[in-house]
């Protein structure tokens, strides 16, 4: 299913957002590569970007608070329905996102500094599921997808955070290491798809709680594009 022109046109215009956040604009989210390989005997695809500094090495200052959390990320745009992730039927960009986080946990799930708490490693590494749609309130132009709370029309995975936007914690192992970061996702938790585009994204996202003039988690700055224009151009290599 394509996507609307207009979300690429934003994600465009993104590239071009470089008004904050440069203390993060650094070999660490130079993106040279992007790549997700389908490994056909054990039903698995991993998703790789390689940098041109060390992957994960940087991770956001903490805010202190929720309000202005910074969010780091490693983002694949995909081509892919929202329906094959877990969603119910939505428009927006579906995007597998591997993050850091340190004033916030939304993994409650998952133990991924496995000292027995599930509230305390928000830093790590992590990937989610999210819908990306338009969102001209910030200066990337780009925002994850929210809904009214409680609306009974929504479906998210059984793995969500428990958050009013199409965003899920699916618990996938993340690993990093030198110049490439990778995430192993089962084939079967995306409806078992392997034919679809993608991209590679470095970006900065923030979390606000009180400007309801914003975003809940809107793109602030992408510090690189794997592919120089956000076309989604790479697609899915067998091994």
């Keep these: 299913m394509k996507k609307p022109i207009f979300i690429i046109v934003m994600l465009l215009l993104a590239t071009h957002a470089r008004t904050q956040n440069s203390e993060y ?10 790549e997700v390989i389908n490994h056909t005997q054990l039903d698995v695809l991993v998703w790789e970007i390689t940098v041109a500094g060390t992957a ?4 956001p200052t903490p805010a ?27 428009n927006g960009i579906v995007a597998l996102a591997l993050t850091s986080h340190p004033d916030f946990d939304d993994t409650p799930l998952w133990d991924e500094s496995m000292d027995t708490r599930y509230d ?6 992590h990937p989610h599921w ?3 749609v338009e969102d001209k309130r910030v200066e990337g132009g780009l925002a994850v997808k929210r809904f009214k709370k409680g609306d009974t029309t929504v479906k998210l995975p ?4 428990g958050m009013p936007m199409y965003m899920d914690s699916p618990g996938y192992g993340v ?3 030198n110049n490439i970061i990778k995430v192993v996702v089962p084939k079967y938790r995306i409806n078992n798809q392997s034919n679809f585009n993608y991209d590679g994204v470095a970006a900065y996202m923030q979390v606000n709680t009180e400007n309801m003039d914003k975003p809940m988690l809107g793109v602030y700055n992408v510090y690189s594009v794997a592919s120089g224009n956000l076309s ?7 091994n």
């Design 158 to 161: 059984p793995t969500n955070p």
């Design 64 to 90: 202190g608070k929720m309000n202005g959390a910074p969010v780091l990320g490693y983002v694949f745009p995909t081509s892919l329905k929202s329906t094959d992730v877990g969603f119910s039927e939505t």
């Design 120 to 125: 305390n490693d928000g830093v790590i590494w």
């Design 25 to 34: 604009d650094n070999n660490d989210f130079k993106i040279t590569k992007a």
């Design 130 to 132: 999210v819908i990306l």
């Design 56 to 59: 994960g090495a940087t991770t």
């Design 232 to 238: 989604l151009p790479y697609t899915v290599k067998n």
């Design 175 to 177: 690993k990093a290491m």
